[in-house]
């Protein structure tokens, strides 16, 4: 069973910068596996913030925060990073890292496993 472990959100001050991670275990090989990040805020549904390719560490980051978020991964500690930056009061959400073995995908529902997130709270 693969299991997703997020880590590093907090409480920030508006222009502040985060770098929560994503840890992942129990897998046999992420060799065609796509690592996402998505965040859900109260009463919105989950929005998909970026993506990468664990083998070749391809990226495709969402228009709404390309400016200031970026996502990266350390391959030998099996871990993803989403670099916040410049963080405003409407990023305020909680983030999860969610995986599918397969290609890219932007919906939530084509993502099986999820982790159970982490809280960001930005004031302003």
């Known amino acids: 069973q693969v299991q997703l472990i997020e880590a590093g959100g907090g409480v920030v001050q508006a222009g502040d910068s985060l770098r929560p991670s994503c840890g992942v275990s129990g897998h046999t090989s992420l060799s065609n596996y796509v690592m996402a990040w998505f965040r859900q805020g109260p009463g919105t549904e989950r929005e998909f913030l970026a993506a990468?390719?664990?083998?070749?560490?391809?990226?495709y980051v969402a228009d709404s925060v390309k400016d200031r978020f970026t996502i990266s991964r350390d391959k030998a500690k099996n871990t993803v990073y989403l670099q916040m930056n410049n963080l405003k009061p409407e990023d305020a959400a909680r983030y999860y890292c969610a995986a599918r073995d397969g290609g890219l995908r932007v919906g939530a529902s084509d993502y099986p496993y999820w982790g159970q997130g982490t809280q960001v709270t930005v004031s302003s």
């Open positions: 990468i390719n664990w083998s070749v560490g391809s990226t």
